[in-house]
């Protein structure tokens, strides 16, 4: 009940903000730190709206933030917005409770959070009701290209920097302390083969240095128990601005982290766990995802069953480190 008043007020204060043209709707402190850099540079030097559903601690006084508790709010908010422009993280929109506004015609740009392919890991047509979407790849922009085609829709393509990207780049650092970090993506079974146990066991046996970091989705869909963690005493950092320069390597499945480490050049090695794929459609398109492209041409892959041949494969690593250097690949777009 707390909520629903907190959730009035909140609403109210949002219709006085007449004179704001711009927002950002960024659900949680784990979307923010992708869109950071964005809103800051919006809001140099004008207002801007933050609309959340948790609080976000913001750090300049022209970032006005309402945090909705309620999906009813929630709804009714998007429903009745009055923003020229309305950026956003969240795919899906007039799929959820994310909608479009009724009462204005807002124009809603969507800006990445992953490398990842845009056909197979998420919904069918989250895409299509967007105005403008920012791609970051090469394989992104024939993706999208090709599905305007296929589709008839009408959204524009723009390529830009990957900021959250760009401003690690900018911390640069040769001295990681941790040798391995293990994180797997969501809705792959990596956690019904019981893959974490076996690294786990195998990475303490070698004495391997390592942290597993879940992804939020296996954590809210619960793919897995924090006791069994606790009990193996596996270190998890769930930290949201992850710093990338302290580990040597990463060991994944099919997390968009493989292409912000290789283009990081840092060594990635995965295991072959069931795919994951919001998508089936996919595969009627002619542009192949990059995670597949990759998996075959790139990275090196190791079945579950093999993990002692990938944890071999750790240690050559090991012993014959190279030196990680500063660049951008050309599978990301530098502008």
Known sequence: MINFFLDIINFIKLKTQKKITVGF????????QYLKPYIYNKAFNK????????????ESKNIIQFVFLTDLFR?????????KYLYSST????QNIFKR????????????????????????????????????????????????????????IFKSNYLFLKEKLKLFKNNPKIDVLIAPTWNTNFYKYNLHKKLAFILKKKNISFHFRPHPMSVKKKEFSLNEFKELKIEINNQFNLDFYNYKILISDWSGLIFEFYVLNKDVLLIDTDQKILNKDYILFKNQPAEIRFRKEIFKNFLPVDLNDLINEVQNLLSNEKKNLNKIDKFYFEI
Not at 47 to 58: G, T, V
Not at 91 to 94: A, S
């Open 91 to 94: 795919p899906g929109l007039d």
């Open 25 to 32: 709707f960024c659900e949680n402190r784990n979307i923010y």
């Open 47 to 58: 207002k801007i709206i933050l609309i959340s559903f948790e609080k976000i601690e913001i």
């Open 101 to 156: 506004s009724k009462l204005y015609k807002t124009k809603y740009i969507y800006l990445q959070h992953s490398m990842c392919s845009m056909n197979m890991i998420y919904l069918k047509d989250t895409f299509n009701n967007f105005n403008a979407i920012q791609v970051i790849t090469d394989y992104q922009y024939k993706e999208l290209i090709e599905l305007k085609k296929k589709k008839n829709l009408n959204f524009k």
């Open 75 to 83: 709804e009714v908010t998007f429903l009745t917005l009055s923003l």
